[in-house]
């Protein structure tokens, strides 16, 4: 997928890795981008800076959504990119005072359902247009401590492959962006408290900023690669676990206990 001219719409764009992406395809030359994000002084601040659209939108309201393509529609005439990248972390594992597994599901998982469900009529009717989802290393791995994001990260991996053999020989790109540690809210705050998921991250890779995940997503999507890995040794981590399961589980296990040896 060639960037240039093109019309992106990018959810999450307010900050961390979503305000990246939005500054890197405006430098890769495209059209228009719409910067979503719940946090209206956010997507406003990111899109005055590059000059594209402001949206605030909540992606866990389906019609919400379909809503805000239908904006784009009328104004941009197409949607060839579609960037589903807002993300929450929970801290939880099956306990839930608060809800929190049906909130990780809806902003982690469902989100790129309704995207998808909103965009892809239009799409299938030019008979092209691009798919990116972010999802996460815990999509492909897990996430010690926080068994919600685990969960609707492996959702969102499965969705994406659903949506490739679906769409894919009708004209529609799809990749999932799987990062590890990134240098955002939702890595750092967690890392700082000392969650087991962020510390377990901190020990397994190096900590990237958002525009070396952005970079690595622009040469991914010319390409078209479905699986965007910014830190490669996660392929490595993702064969070992489909080697050997327990042995793989076993591991884990002693990266979370602090007992991994060399």
């Known amino acids: 997928m060639d960037l240039r001219d093109q019309v992106a719409v990018v959810t999450g764009g307010g900050s961390g890795i979503g305000a990246a992406l939005a500054r ?45 393509v239908g904006r784009v529609l009328d104004q941009h005439g197409r949607v060839d990119l579609f960037c589903s990248n807002a993300g929450i972390t929970t801290g939880i594992g099956v ?38 989802n972010t ?22 991996v499965a969705f994406g492959e659903w949506l490739s053999v679906t769409y894919g020989g009708r004209g529609i790109g799809v990749s999932v962006l799987c990062p590890l540690g990134v240098a955002t809210p939702l890595l750092m705050d967690p890392l700082a408290a000392g969650r087991p998921g962020a510390l377990a991250v901190a020990a397994s890779g190096a900590i990237i900023t958002p525009e070396q995940v952005a970079d690595e997503v622009v040469e991914a999507i010319a390409a078209e690669r479905f699986l965007i890995l910014p830190h490669p040794e996660v392929g490595t981590f993702w064969a070992q676990k489909a080697s050997d399961p327990d042995r793989w589980l076993a591991g884990v296990r002693r990266l979370v206990s602090g007992q991994i040896s060399d």
């Open 24 to 68: 890197r395809f405006v430098a890769a030359g495209a059209a228009a981008v719409v910067v979503v994000d719940r946090a209206e002084d956010a997507a406003r601040a990111v899109a005055a800076e590059i000059g594209g659209v402001a949206e605030t939108v909540d992606v866990t309201d389906a019609e919400a959504v379909a809503a805000l």
């Open 135 to 156: 999802a996460s290393a815990a999509g492909l791995l897990t996430s010690p401590g926080d068994a919600p994001y685990a969960v609707s990260k492996h959702g969102a």
């Open 95 to 132: 306990d839930d005072p608060a809800d929190l597994w049906h909130r990780a599901l809806e902003v982690n998982l469902m989100a790129h359902v309704y995207a998808a469900r909103a965009v892809l009529p239009s799409m299938l009717a030019r008979g092209s247009g691009y798919l990116l």
